[in-house]
Each structure stands twice: as structure tokens, then as C-alpha cells.
């Protein structure tokens, strides 16, 4: 166990079977156990600023990986403890400092919720855009370092489109500021926008200033169930088009429909396709707006729209939608993953998902968030099947050279991570890995930063695309 000065060596933590909960994240299972499970490793749970310098001071002078962690949401294994390294879970830095309606700024510290900032601003009558499926427990601070997005990136785009300002702790104890508090401030190069989605790698964020907007309308909702992909690809085509586009635009395949009819009655009826759900969230016109939509995807060839006249309708709309996580789960182990595709091509990968799911023997439910081609397929498989857990690790590699070759990225908001790292290099190339890993020795000289995600250590990225090994 690492010793910290007195000041820091309280906050680590001894118990076993809580340190444990802290060696995880909400990422599958390792491709292999034996080799990717940590079992030597301190857990630090920071209390303050001070805290975190002292222990990225630490680190810097005795060499010693540091995991940065938050709520432990990452889906791609991006904080994950590691032989020999310190854990430095922020989630009790969690004040929100300033909601400022003249300014349109929240100051929060990194372990606010998501939710508890949407919540306060609110209360101001303001409103925070990015919204996770995991809104309820992530934290800000994973947001900004994955540049999360969510439900409604399509009206009000990912974390990177509302953050203006970070403090963040570098290797070796400087807190470094970037960005501005003004509406408006150009001095320099953009380092927020650097250290927004670098998942943990350049350092640790202790304060972020986001945007906040006036607050729109309660949304309404409008649900159609399609025969066929391509009419249900047609209408996300035409919503996107429309003048006022929806504030949510999401879409669920056959077998994401399977799963949640197995899980409980929402109404879906069993010949669908696909269904969409769309909301609108506008101001004085939503529903306007969600009558619309239902006519532009009836005349895309929907079977059936139900359009919601009041908010307890638009939420009923949407339940089959909230269970999806938890009935996929329910179904067995699973690696949920998040490829981004452009739009037009969507039926391609769904079909193409299909067919990985019956040559590899495994489920494969496709849901996501349709209008900006994010998708976000779950590979699913008995618990405890060696065999099993091979063959979906070989559909994932499948699923990752399928959003590739359809002019896609293999992370639309969830981030590299240490699952993807072989598959960041086959996007961008061994050159560009090196260029991201030369900036990053400018802020971490050491490599000491979340050393396993995104670019690997030195030398174990670079090369034949294929799964990290």
C-alpha cells in the first residue's frame, strides 16, 4: 500500500470488501480475467482539492499510476483499478458552488450528478443539455471526460457544447485553469476543449463551469412502430429535416423490442421492426410540434403513431424506452457498446448487427439515438459460458469494423476507454495515436495518467487494428 502524508493516508481506504467495489466500473467483463483484473492497487476517496494534489504529487515522485474515478459508469472499462496503480475516486467533491441566471453558468465540483445540476438549474428555471441514460448517477466529472452525450444530443448537442471552463490538478500537484467564465473569451488555445472527452488522461478535474440555458418546455412524445428498418430510417431522415427538430430522437430494433416485450408489457406490438420515439420540447409548440412528427413518419410508412396529449402520456410513451437497460440485462452478461454511424446508413448496421448476432450465437439489441446515428448495440450472453463470452467478444470486434466500414467511429460518447484501445488505432491511424500521445507527455511526462485507456502504454497500441490484447 502506497503511504500518502498524514493529511491524505485517512482517505485511503483498508477495508477489502469495500475496496473491491471501487476496482470496477460498469464496463463487461474482461475479454480475460486472469490478466485484466487488478489485485494490487490503493483506493484514495478525495475530500477536497488539496487531497487530489497531494496525491498526484505523490504519484508524480514515486512513478505510480494514477486511475482518476468518479460514479464508476464508464461502459468501456475507463476506470478500471490496475496492478500497482492509485484509484483517486472524486464523487465527494461534489458541491454546486454557483447557479448564475444573469451569467447562464453553474460552477460544480466533478462528483455533482447529473441529475442534481439539471435539478438545481431548474430551480432557477434554467436547464443543463446533457443527459445520459445514466443521468441519475454519473457524475459531471466522468461526463467531461468522456464528453458524455445522451438522449438529446440531437437538439442540444454533447458535454463538450456546455462546458466553458475547467480547474484541473496535474501530474505532480499544479492546478491548472482553462477557459473562461465570459460569454465570450478567445485568449489562446482551446484547452477545455483538450481535456473535455480525454478520459482521464492529462489529469484530474476538480471544478467545472458549464452553460445553462432558459429552460424549455415539459417535453411530449410521439411513438411509431415501423414494418421495415428502411421506413423507419425514411422518417429519421425527414424529422431531421424539419425545420424544428425534435429534442429527442430514438430508435429500438427487433430485438431490443424482444427484450423488453420479455420483460414486461409497454404496448409494442410483436411484428414492429423498429419503433421511434420522438419529442419535442419547444417552447409554446410542442404539441404542434409532436403532431408533425407523427405525420412526417406515418408518410415515411409508420404502421402506427400515438401521439401524447399531456405530459403523463409522454412519459407512459416512453417507459419501454427507460426499461430497455435493465430488461437487456436481464438477459445475461453483456458488453454494451456505442458506435456512431451516419444517419443514412443506420438500417445497414442494425441488419449487419443482426447477422453477427446469428453467426456468433449470441443477442444483439440495438438501440440508440437515432438522429444523430448513435447506436448503441448490446451483445448479450449466458453468465459463467467461456465459450460464449469468446464468441461475443468476437461479434464486438465484428460490430467495430461494421461501424467502420460505414464511414462511422467506434465511440460516440462513451469514450475509448481501456476495451477499444486497438480500435482507436485502426480509426485513426498509428500517426495520429503518436501525435495524441505526444500532447499528452506535454501535461503527463511521466505516462502516469489512466496509463491502460485510450492510447496504452507506449508501444501497445500502435499496429494491426483488432481487439486490445
Known sequence: ????????????????????????????????????????????????????????????????????????????????????????????????????????????????????????????????????????????????????????????????????????????????RTGHRTIKGVTGLDLTGLFVGSEGTLGVTTRVVTRLVPAPDPALTALATFGSLDEAVRAVVALRLDRHRPSLLEMMDRASLDAVRGFGDYGFPEESEAVLLVQSDRPGHTAEDVARYGELMTAAGAVEVAVAEDRQEADLLLQGRRVLSTAVEALGARIAEDVCVPVGRLGEYVRGAAEAARRFDVRIP????????????????????????????????????????????????????????????????????????????????????????????????????????
Not at 460514479?71 to 483517486?88: E, H, K, P
Not at 511526462?445 to 508501444?459: D, L, R
Open 1 to 176: 500500500m502506497a503511504t500518502f502524508p498524514p493529511s491524505v493516508q485517512s482517505r485511503v481506504v483498508t477495508d477489502e470488501d469495500v475496496k473491491r467495489t471501487y476496482a470496477a466500473d460498469a464496463g463487461p467483463e474482461p475479454r480475460d480475467p486472469a490478466r485484466d483484473v487488478a489485485s494490487d492497487y490503493t483506493v484514495v476517496r478525495a475530500r477536497d482539492v488539496a487531497d487530489v494534489v497531494a496525491v498526484l504529487e505523490h504519484a508524480q515522485a514515486t512513478g505510480t499510476p494514477v486511475v482518476p474515478q468518479g460514479a464508476r459508469t464508464s461502459r468501456v472499462g475507463g476506470a478500471r483499478a490496475t496492478d500497482g496503480c492509485i484509484v483517486l475516486n472524486v464523487e465527494a467533491l461534489d458541491a454546486i458552488e454557483t447557479i448564475d441566471p444573469v451569467e447562464g453558468i453553474a460552477v460544480v465540483g466533478p462528483g455533482v450528478v447529473n441529475a442534481a445540476l439539471k435539478a438545481a438549474a431548474a430551480e432557477a428555471g434554467l436547464f443543463y443539455g446533457p443527459d445520459p441514460a445514466s443521468t441519475a448517477t454519473c457524475t459531471i466529472g466522468g461526463n467531461v471526460a468522456t464528453n458524455a452525450g445522451g438522449l438529446c444530443c440531437l437538439k442540444y448537442g454533447v458535454t463538450a457544447d456546455w462546458v466553458k471552463a475547467l480547474d484541473v490538478v496535474l501530474p505532480g500537484g499544479e492546478v491548472m
Open 366 to 469: 440495438v438501440s440508440g439515438h437515432a438522429g444523430d446515428g448513435n447506436l448503441h448495440p448490446s451483445i448479450v450472453y449466458p453468465y459463467g459460458d467461456a465459450g460464449a463470452r469468446e464468441r461475443a467478444w468476437a461479434a464486438f470486434d465484428e460490430l467495430m469494423q461494421l461501424g467502420l466500414s460505414l464511414g462511422g467511429t467506434v465511440a460516440g460518447e462513451h469514450g475509448i476507454g481501456s476495451i477499444k484501445r486497438r480500435w482507436f488505432a485502426a480509426e485513426v491511424g498509428p500517426r495520429e495515436v503518436e501525435r495524441q500521445r505526444a500532447i499528452k507527455a506535454v501535461f503527463d511526462p511521466s505516462g502516469i495518467m489512466n496509463p491502460e485507456v485510450v492510447f496504452g502504454p507506449a508501444g501497445r497500441v500502435a499496429g494491426a487494428a483488432g481487439p486490445a490484447t
